[in-house]
């Protein structure tokens, strides 16, 4: 079994920052992109930003330039350093990961518990 563990959420002013963290655990044999995602009351879930396993990064035009998405994957964790956090930035943040579980060699998308991230003005 596999579980992604999210940290770091919160309540912040805006132009304030916060940290997310996602740890994997399990019976994980590799991991393969890594992501972000968000859903606001009302909206549809959406694309925050994604890593590969070798570092290269994709991230939604609305969040380019203020957030930044990392992986290390000895500690098979990702984060999400928010800077500048705008209101409408306040959602529920998803982690997200492919993940090749070990003994089958086979790939699954698994999901974090979500975190509430709130921005005040």
């Known amino acids: 079994q596999v579980q992604l563990v999210q940290s770091g959420g919160g309540l912040v002013q805006a132009g304030g920052s916060l940290r997310l963290s996602c740890a994997a655990s399990?019976?994980?044999?590799?991991?393969?992109?890594m992501g972000w995602y968000r859903q606001a009351p009302g909206n549809e879930r959406e694309l925050v930003a994604t890593?590969?396993?070798?570092?290269?990064?994709n991230y939604a035009d609305s969040v380019k330039g203020r957030f930044t998405i990392s992986r290390d994957n000895a500690k098979k964790t990702a984060y999400l350093q928010m800077d500048s956090l705008k209101p409408e930035d306040t959602a529920i943040y998803y982690c997200?990961?492919?993940?090749?579980?070990?003994?089958?060699?086979?790939?699954?998308?698994?999901w974090g518990q979500g975190t509430q991230v709130t921005v005040s003005s």
């Open positions: 997200n990961a492919d993940v090749i579980r070990t003994v089958t060699g086979t790939s699954y998308d698994y």
């Open positions: 399990g019976s994980i044999f590799s991991i393969n992109v």
């Open positions: 890593v590969t396993p070798g570092g290269s990064t």
